[in-house]
Structure formats: C-alpha cells, structure tokens
C-alpha cells in the first residue's frame, strides 16, 4: 500500500527524526556508537559523474557514513528531500521547503558535441533545423527533455521530431559521442580533455545550456551532516562556475 500525502508528510519527519537521533545519540537507540551512520543523498546524473563523489570523498574516508547516492533527473530530486527520503538534494529549485535550506552550488554547463567524423557525415552542410532532425542524439531517460528543450530554444526543433536513443549513464553520453554514434548534451566539465585534444567538437559554437544547480539540505543538522553539506558546498564553489 502506498501512503498518504499526509503519510509521507509523517514518514518524511520519522526519517528525520531518527536519523538525527542515530547521529547525535546512538546510546538511546541502544546502537553501537561505531555503526556507520546511513545517509540518503538525491543527485542527479551528471553532478554524480562529475564532482559529487570528489566533494565527498574526505567525509567519506574520515567518518564512518554508509551513503546512499539515489539517481533522479535534476527537476525530479527535490521530491525526495520533500518525502524525507533523503537528508539532501541536488535541484534545479532556488526557494527552500519548509524545514530545509537551499544554498546555491553553481552552473552546469552543458556543450553540444560530437566526434569529428560524425559532425562530417551529418552537418556537413551546417548545423540547422534540417540537418539536426536527421541525427540521432541522445537522452538520459523518457523524463530528460535537456536535448529536446536545447534544439528547440535555439534552432526552433520540434521536441517529437528528434531521433533520440535512451541511455541511462552519463558515462555513456561521452562514450556514444566518442565512438561517432550520436551527438549529446554534455557537461563541460566532464569532457575537458576531450575538447582540448579534438577527439570531440563542439557543433553549436556560442550556444550553451547552463542551469543553475542548488543544495537542499535539513535545517537541522550537525556532526556528519552537517559536514557533508559543508563539503558539498565548498567544493562546487571552488569547481563549478558561478
């Protein structure tokens, strides 16, 4: 049985609850002190793929956590800090929810790429509304619309008139791109080095999609969580554009 709005609302609070009690006084829940503290995180892909798992790579090795990194798209997160599923989220949401912060991160910039020899075999004679809507891209899950929104904001491209594989890994983005199968949105950050040495090409020169990406976390938090968020935010502020 699933529960109900109110139920989630209780559920969300009893998660909290507990988690803070595990955290801040595990004799009274008759747990040993040395148990990992469990901790849910939301994140989306591309965050995870490319400055998540460094951001917490000191909290991880230090303390003992037992973290869990649930997969959503970036619209899709704040749902489960809402639910209480999770202790924090990366979101494309700005206004906090009730008992939570949202502190701003930084900019995901995405470019729009492809391999060489695929830009040669499909744009040819341009990158436009034509040449777009006959080669195959790429999107992450049926609830991405990156690659459909960027198309159509800058070269007018029907969002159902694009030929678009599914696949489920950012990683995967980059190796569909390199090997000449597709073209994709991909953040900047994650193919650095592949721009630099001309292995990928960015085909929309001048056009970027960039979101502005935000921390949503418990008002009430200390120990472990709170370094977390604290991690969390020093190194996006370092990495990430602002």
């Known amino acids: 049985?699933?529960?109900?709005?109110?139920?989630?609302?209780?559920?969300?609070?009893?998660?909290?609850?507990?988690?803070?009690?595990?955290?801040?006084?595990?004799?009274?829940?008759?747990?040993?002190?040395?148990?990992?503290?469990?901790?849910?995180?939301?994140?989306?892909?591309?965050?995870?793929?490319?400055?998540?798992?460094?951001?917490?790579?000191?909290?991880?090795?230090l303390r003992q956590v037992e973290l869990n990194l649930a997969i959503h798209g970036e619209s899709r997160t704040i749902e489960k800090i809402k639910s209480g599923e999770v202790a924090g989220a990366i979101s494309l949401e700005s206004q906090a929810i009730p008992g939570c912060s949202a502190d701003y991160l930084g900019r995901m910039d995405y470019v729009c790429v492809a391999s060489p020899d695929f830009h040669q075999r499909y744009?040819?004679?341009?990158?436009?509304?034509?040449?777009?809507?006959?080669?195959?891209?790429?999107?992450?899950?049926?609830?991405?619309?990156?690659?459909?929104?960027?198309?159509?904001?800058h070269f007018n491209v029907p969002r159902d008139?694009?030929?678009?594989?599914?696949?489920?890994?950012?990683?995967a983005f980059v190796r569909l791109a390199l090997s000449g199968v597709a073209y994709c949105l991909i953040p900047r950050l994650q193919i650095i080095e592949e721009l630099e040495s001309g292995s990928l090409i960015d085909i929309t020169p001048g056009f970027?999609?960039?979101?502005?990406?935000?921390?949503?976390?418990?008002?009430?938090?200390?120990?472990?969580?709170?370094?977390?968020?604290?991690?969390?935010?020093?190194?996006?502020?370092?990495?990430?554009?602002?």
């Open 1 to 61: 049985p699933r529960p109900t709005p109110a139920g989630k609302k209780l559920l969300g609070l009893y998660r909290r609850v507990r988690l803070l009690e595990h955290e801040l006084v595990p004799e009274l829940m008759n747990e040993d002190g040395n148990q990992p503290l469990s901790i849910s995180i939301a994140t989306n892909a591309d965050s995870l793929a490319t400055w998540l798992l460094p951001a917490l790579s000191d909290v991880m090795k």
């Open 123 to 153: 744009f040819s004679e341009g990158v436009n509304y034509t040449t777009l809507r006959k080669a195959p891209a790429v999107s992450y899950d049926q609830y991405d619309d990156l690659h459909k929104k960027f198309l159509h904001d």
């Open 161 to 171: 008139s694009v030929i678009n594989h599914t696949v489920g890994s950012s990683e």
């Open 208 to 242: 970027l999609l960039s979101y502005r990406i935000y921390w949503h976390h418990w008002q009430l938090e200390s120990g472990v969580l709170k370094e977390i968020s604290q991690a969390i935010l020093s190194f996006a502020h370092e990495h990430l554009p602002q």
